[in-house]
């Protein structure tokens, strides 16, 4: 008898079959994909406001080795500071293995845009990133340029995450023709880039203020003036841009009226905001006011992100024009 090879005796092996498959033909309900996106998005949310959190109460150096807090010790032992930066540490890890969930869940749900897949493995591959910046962060005494890496790198993956969630969204409430003309999305994409802009001016203005850590082991970025009036510009190009894709909505309100909706609820978010930024300049930056402008910063963040994929591939059907 001829020998036969290994691969074609696996073809013989019935549990081999089987289980391959099982696997070949397993397929991840919409609803499940769409709690985990949901999950993903909100834990990456949560990573950004408690990296804010560690950033403000000068607990980045709480932990001063990676990824265990002390040497020789994983978990902290020496008072608040190092709880917090653990804290943020284990959101982190967590935030990474719901990122993984979904870039593997995003391979079992047939119907999911092959874009939203691949989204999903960058999220997961960014949010990984973040372990090794983090060392390098810590290792480099919070370097100001490192500190904004993580934070901007932090946005980026959660901005990813935005658009897997609305891709999940459209698998349960289906999608329409895109919103207005190819300009018209090339606007509202100039606009997220806008919003990101702010982010990273804002970022430079925190870290030019009184909260970039503690100040023995910290050196403070540029001059808190020019940083402010730098963040203003970003603020006046942003609302510009916004401003002209609401000014649209208003005019079609009638072909996308659940977009207008979302848009207006986009600008009481950033209405809001601005009013705490005013409100923490005028009160010599209260780090606990700092960190509702943060947090908030990263609600638009979404929002706007949102916003702009939508008018690619709105949720639900949009009425004829």
């Not at 897949?117 to 919070?142: D, I």
């Not at 942003?238 to 979302?262: E, H, I, K």
């Amino acid at each position: 008898m001829r020998d036969v090879s290994a691969r074609q005796r696996s073809l013989y092996t019935p549990g081999v079959n089987v289980a391959t498959a099982r696997l070949r033909t397993f397929e991840l309900s919409p609803r499940t994909f769409r709690w985990l996106a949901l999950g993903a998005l909100g834990g990456l949310w949560i990573v950004v406001v408690t990296g804010a959190i560690v950033r403000l109460t000068a607990s980045g150096l709480g932990c001063e080795h990676w990824p265990g807090c002390q040497a020789g010790q994983p978990f902290p032992e020496k008072g608040y500071h190092s709880y917090i930066e653990f804290g943020n540490r284990v959101v982190g890890g967590v935030a990474i293995v719901l990122s993984l969930a979904v870039a593997i869940g995003a391979r079992f749900v047939p119907s999911l845009p092959t874009y939203a897949r691949r989204t999903a493995a960058l999220v997961f591959v960014g949010t990984l990133a973040q372990a090794p910046l983090g060392y390098l962060t810590v290792k480099f005494h919070l370097n100001p340029y490192l500190v904004m890496s993580h934070f901007l790198l932090s946005t980026a993956v959660l901005a990813g995450a935005v658009v897997v969630a609305l891709a999940a969204l459209g698998l349960e409430w289906g999608t329409a023709p895109p919103v207005g003309n190819r300009e018209l999305r090339v606007a509202a994409l100039v606009a997220a880039l806008a919003c990101l802009v702010l982010l990273a001016t804002g970022t430079v203005a925190t870290a030019a203020g009184p909260h970039p850590g503690d100040s023995r082991h910290v050196h403070r970025l540029w001059r808190l003036q020019e940083a402010v009036f730098l963040h203003a510009v970003g603020t006046a190009v942003f609302g510009l841009t916004f401003a002209f894709l609401l000014g649209y909505l208003v005019s079609r309100r009638s072909t996308a009226p659940r977009l207008l909706l979302f848009a207006l609820g986009v600008l009481g978010l950033v209405c809001v905001q601005m009013a705490i930024g005013a409100v923490q300049y005028h009160t010599h930056l209260p780090w606990w006011l700092v960190l509702v402008h943060v947090a908030s910063a990263t609600t638009v963040w979404v929002g706007v992100v949102a916003l702009a994929t939508l008018f690619r591939r709105p949720l639900g059907p949009v009425a004829p024009a």
